[in-house]
């Protein structure tokens, strides 16, 4: 099972990133998916996560109203639009398949990417 992001980097704070996840290796849509994300010196937090059919997200306080996350089953991708980026934004973006297809919060994630770079300059 592979699951790689791309779409990191660079921007000012008010700008915007799209991060793409790709997975291969597993029936993507057996799968709700997930964006966690880890500052330096900070825990690993649930950023934002969608069930198999996108009919159930979740996203955190912090980037509620700001991100949105959609999926492509058919392409068997996973993406975060980033918007209103702020420097607190700034961590390793990680993609996560949840071992149900559904439950998000409190889900067991079985396969994670590799991580993508966002850094936000104020």
């Known amino acids: 099972v592979q699951l790689v992001e791309s779409g990191g980097g660079l921007v000012q704070a008010g700008g915007s990133l799209r991060l793409s996840c790709a997975m291969s290796g597993r029936i993507f849509s057996y799968h709700a998916m997930a964006w966690f994300r880890q500052a330096p010196g900070k825990e690993r937090e649930l950023v934002s996560g969608i069930s198999w059919t996108g009919g159930t997200k979740y996203y955190s306080d912090s980037v509620n109203g700001r991100f949105t996350i959609s999926r492509d089953n058919a392409r068997n991708e996973v993406y975060l639009q980033m918007n209103s980026l702020k420097p607190e934004d700034s961590a390793v973006y990680y993609c996560?398949?949840?071992?149900?297809?559904?439950?998000?919060?409190?889900?067991?994630?079985?396969?994670w990417g590799q991580g993508t770079q966002v850094t936000v300059s104020s």
């Open positions: 996560a398949a949840a071992r149900g297809p559904n439950r998000i919060v409190g889900e067991t994630y079985d396969y």
